[in-house]
């Protein structure tokens, strides 16, 4: 794989990505529901998208800050 040159300016965006408040509530809402057996086969598509973005975004955040020298918090 072929290293390309990053500014720290565009690691240091990637080391602070985060879901928004609202994302983070929506998905504590379908997993609270889904817990409880009440969700909408359309409700477990929008949850398993919202878990895989947040995924991927702490795998490309926690990438950004070993590429800083830093540790994920």
């Given at each position: 794989?072929?290293?390309?040159?990053?500014?720290?300016?565009?690691?240091?965006?990637?080391?602070?990505?985060?879901?928004?408040?609202?994302?983070?509530?929506?998905?504590?809402?379908?997993?609270?529901?889904?817990?409880?057996?009440?969700?909408?086969?359309?409700?477990?598509?929008?949850?398993?998208?919202?878990?895989?973005?947040?995924q991927?975004?702490?795998?490309?955040?926690?990438?950004?800050?070993?590429?800083?020298?830093?540790?994920?918090?």
């Open positions: 794989m072929e290293m390309v040159p990053t500014p720290k300016e565009f690691l240091e965006y990637l080391a602070n990505i985060s879901l928004s408040s609202q994302a983070n509530a929506r998905i504590q809402d379908l997993m609270d529901r889904n817990n409880e057996g009440l969700l909408s086969p359309q409700e477990r598509d929008v949850l398993a998208t919202l878990a895989s973005v947040s991927d975004m702490s795998i490309v955040r926690a990438r950004a800050l070993m590429l800083l020298g830093r540790n994920p918090a």
